[in-house]
Nanobody
Framework: QVQLVESGGGLVQPGGSLRLSCATS???????????MAWFRQAPGKEREFVGA????????YYGDSVKGRFTISRDNAEKTVYLQMDRLKPEDTAVYSC???????????????WGQGTQVTVSS
């Protein structure tokens, strides 16, 4: 019943920008049940890496060290959508980016139960 659908991936040049979207459904985004939303990425042959997370409801955000200062996570409450704005992209950012969700907000970097299929981001000249 829970569905997460990413979009916005593509091919960009180094130094460029890209905005990813994660449309959600089936999650109880209410004031009574806390939900954490996050972005992860995984490159071929590498482990999945935490990118950023945001509390729902709430506005607290947390970022992985490799993307701090370059990526920004935000949300649209009405549309139940989480965004990942990626700026000053590097070839090392090339990966499949997935959004994730979990109940609770204590730990932002792990423990996610629901995942989208992912969207490919390729940074290359």
């Amino acid at each position: 019943q829970v569905q997460l659908v990413e979009s916005g991936g593509g091919l960009v040049q180094p130094g460029g920008s890209l905005r990813l979207s994660c449309a959600t459904s089936g999650l109880p985004f209410t004031t009574f049940i806390p939900v954490s939303m996050a972005w992860f990425r995984q490159a071929p042959g590498k482990e999945r890496e935490f990118v950023g997370a945001i509390k729902w409801p709430g506005i607290n955000t947390y970022y992985g060290d490799s993307v701090k200062g370059r990526f920004t996570i935000s949300r649209d409450n009405a549309e139940k959508t989480v965004y990942l704005q990626m700026d000053r992209l590097k070839p090392e950012d090339t990966a499949v980016y997935s959004c994730a969700a979990k109940y609770g907000t204590d730990l932002q970097t792990g423990g996610y139960d629901y995942w989208g299929q992912g969207t490919q981001v390729t940074v290359s000249s």
